[in-house]
């Protein structure tokens, strides 16, 4: 007798007095309790499956993975993994630079986490912009990029090449954005807090990479969150495929000739997946599918035969299921305008050097630092950026971030920012003091304390960079035999741990 679709599996079902079961109970974002999922969701993954459906639903008895993507902009793997004590045995690999990792190890206390050298990201979550070439990127776009993990990656690929635009409509994630960003030390992003529509108003045939990690139903997180499922009941697809036809319709307007845009989802839903890519296609006969399928041999590939119109390139783009590989579920794919195509408008024209005036102390301050010594500066209400896009371009929409924050002028002295800290290598400031791991002095300056020096430290009078293992934590100052910490409070450690991993 077989089960009739849509009926819940024993082993997701909640138990009850009279049905008591001894198996293992599934893992799910609900510590102790059972996964209850939608039963049109499951008849619909049935029907998608077919004979893999079985292999499919037993991937909710196991743990959800846990993915650590490193930093190289600031580190290679190799020193990595002669300085951490996070394995790399275990590698992600269809993510350059990424391993799974025991989340009883903790990384988030580890004080390399805290001096940017890597990401925690779910490891299928990794998978677009590591898809995303970019060669000879001048011009990219994350349109939905907070809280930045996606953004993270793109910054540490471009490894401060061309201008990375990073946008999100949420206030307040965006504002998590910022610190990624500025945590792994991105110096060329420029981060909007603005409509989708009234970017694609302003650089309409521009953006020469676009990366689109659409809002969804999020049917690929069930497993790692069971409040998703709480949203999926909620909403409802046609909630989200109206979102994202308005995304993608703004971005496919945004792309130049000759652009890559990679569209991705957390989702298994085809309405939600290859049919708005089918509507992208519509939208512009200039876009092809760039087939991804052969990338990795745990990708499953796409449906055109989940899709009114069939179009066979539509296998072209990657499904990524739990059962075929360790990571939650996902939908990727790539897109390509043709270099024949016509741009609605010219590229602005580069950031140009700055006459803005520097204080006599910035100027003195920086110009040991010769990345950051010329400029074009961008100088408002004593803030001082490294400008990453001609501010004039950017007039009227709503800017968070253009360029690297460098600090502020007060008088007769200036204040580096912790995000010009992150941003330098090692090394590269003169007045350091560098700590070992283990030196309880690092969680104290993380928690924001006073540190004790010892003439053993080397340090002189005035800003000190505090480095560990010679990578930046941030900024402090050298008064006699104390260290002033001048760590950023919204960034400051506050757990009890004062021993690092």
């Known amino acids: 007798m077989t089960r009739a679709a849509g009926v819940q599996p024993a082993f997701l079902m ?20 059972r996964l209850r999922l939608p039963s049109s969701f499951l008849t619909e993954m049935e029907a998608l499956l077919g004979s893999e459906y079985a292999a499919f639903l037993e991937t909710y008895r196991l743990p959800k993975e846990n993915g650590l993507r ?12 002669r300085l951490s004590v996070i394995p790399t045995d275990d590698p992600v690999p269809w993510v350059e630079g ?42 990219v776009l994350d349109l939905c990029a907070a809280p930045g993990g996606k953004s993270t990656a793109l910054a540490a690929r471009l490894r401060g090449r061309g201008v990375l635009f990073a946008n999100d409509i949420s206030n307040a994630r965006a504002q998590a954005l910022i610190k990624n960003l500025e945590l792994f030390g991105a110096e060329n992003a420029v981060i909007l807090n603005e409509d989708p529509s009234r970017l694609s108003e302003r650089f309409p045939g521009f953006f020469d990479h676009i990366l689109i990690d659409a809002p969804c139903s999020g049917e690929g997180m069930f497993r790692k969150d069971s409040s998703v499922v709480r949203s999926y009941e909620e909403h409802g697809r046609a909630f989200y495929t109206g979102l994202q036809r308005k995304i993608v319709k703004d971005a496919v307007r945004m792309l130049a000739p000759g652009g890559y845009l990679l569209y991705s989802t957390c989702t298994f839903s085809p309405l939600e997946d290859e049919e708005i890519v089918s509507y992208m296609l519509q939208l512009d006969p200039a876009l092809s599918v760039v087939p991804l399928s052969d990338r ?49 408008d010219a590229m602005p024209a580069a950031v140009r050097s700055s006459d803005t005036r520097l204080s006599p102390e910035t100027a003195a301050f920086l110009a040991p630092l010769q990345r950051f010594s010329k400029g074009p500066y961008i ?22 971030r253009n360029g690297l924050f460098l600090g502020e002028e ?5 204040e580096p920012a912790q995000a010009l800290a992150m941003a330098l290598y090692r090394g590269e400031f003169p007045n350091r003091l560098d700590l070992p791991p283990e030196d309880p002095r690092v969680f104290r300056y993380l928690k924001g304390e006073t540190l004790e020096l010892s003439p053993e430290d080397g340090v002189r009078e005035g800003i000190v960079l505090v480095t560990v293992s010679g990578y930046p934590l941030g900024f402090a100052k050298k008064s006699g035999t ?14 009890n741990v004062d021993k690092p991993l």
């Open 379 to 400: 100088v408002r209400n004593g803030r001082v950026y490294l400008a990453a896009f001609p501010d004039e371009e950017l007039k009227g929409l709503r800017v968070l």
């Open 98 to 139: 990424a391993w799974f990792y025991d989340e009883a190890l903790r990384p988030a206390l580890s004080p390399y986490y805290h001096a940017g050298l890597f990401y925690l990201q779910e490891p299928s979550a990794m998978t677009p912009a590591s898809l995303m070439p970019l060669e000879n990127a001048r011009y």
């Open 482 to 495: 104390m260290l002033k910490n001048r760590y950023l409070p919204g960034w400051r450690f506050q757990g």
């Open 410 to 414: 007060k008088t007769k002295r200036f």
């Open 70 to 81: 490193l930093n190289t902009r600031k580190i290679c793997p190799e020193e990595f993994s």
């Open 14 to 33: 909640p138990k009850n007095k009279k049905n008591v079961k001894t198996e293992k109970e599934p893992r799910t974002a609900e510590a102790g309790g």
């Open 296 to 344: 990795y041999s745990g990708f499953a590939p796409g449906r055109p035969d989940q899709t009114d119109s069939g179009d066979p390139q539509l296998s072209g783009c990657i499904r990524i299921y739990p059962h075929r590989m360790r990571g939650e579920g996902h939908f990727a794919a790539l897109l390509k305008k043709a270099e024949n195509s016509a741009s609605a």
